[in-house]
């Protein structure tokens, strides 16, 4: 398998890449997140990449860091999620958001990718759950995002719904910290 590539970048036409790496042309598909942090052509690229072979097709699935390829890997694995839905993803949001609408369990915001309906998202959100959160995308989100995350998870472990929770989260102020966060949120709970 080809896990990564170091060459010249000889193309770039949305969202295929042409990489020399030695005089070998490798065609490569990146997610738009990608293909903005490109340098210019001509100019050297490292992709880390994933590779697909099908019964029709050897693809080649470039992203500029370990972390996106992982999430990558994480989306295809998912029954109905093809590798191009996966780019979508990948296109339409960042690995920090995507995080945090599976923590808090948002398919609104997935249904705003192009190519993700309601059916999906949910199947997203179900699959991703616990696989996808405070470990990947830490590096990016905002310390607000974690303590949400760490507030609606210690309701939940409370013994709260979901539903509970992310209601008596929505009433915490976005600057909170996890233990006045949790204590807010138990005062909402409370009055409910």
Not at 23 to 30: A, I, L, N
Not at 96 to 102: F, G, I, K, Y
Not at 128 to 149: T, Y
């Amino acid at each position: 398998m080809i896990g990564r590539l170091s060459g010249i970048l000889l193309e770039k036409n949305p969202p295929q890449l042409l990489v020399d790496v030695q005089g070998v042309g490798y065609e490569v598909d990146v997610p738009m997140s990608t293909f903005y942090n490109l340098p210019g052509v001509g100019e050297k690229v490292v992709l880390f990449t994933h590779q697909a072979i099908r019964e029709d097709a050897h693809l080649l699935f470039g992203f500029g860091n370990a972390e996106e390829r992982a999430v990558f890997r994480q989306l295809i694995k998912i029954s109905g999620v093809g590798a191009r839905t996966a780019l979508s993803i990948l296109s339409g949001m960042s690995i920090a958001d995507l995080a945090q609408a599976v923590t808090l369990q948002e398919s609104g915001r997935l249904v705003k990718v192009p190519g993700i309906g309601k059916k999906t998202a949910e199947r997203l959100l179900l699959e991703l759950k616990g696989k996808l959160g405070a470990d990947i995308g830490a590096g990016h989100a905002h310390p607000v995002h974690d303590a949400q995350a760490d507030i609606l998870n210690a309701l939940i472990a409370l013994g709260y719904s979901d539903k509970e929770a992310l209601l008596a989260l929505k009433t915490v102020p976005a600057g909170a910290g996890v233990s006045d966060g949790i204590k807010q949120a138990l005062k909402a709970l409370s009055k409910g």
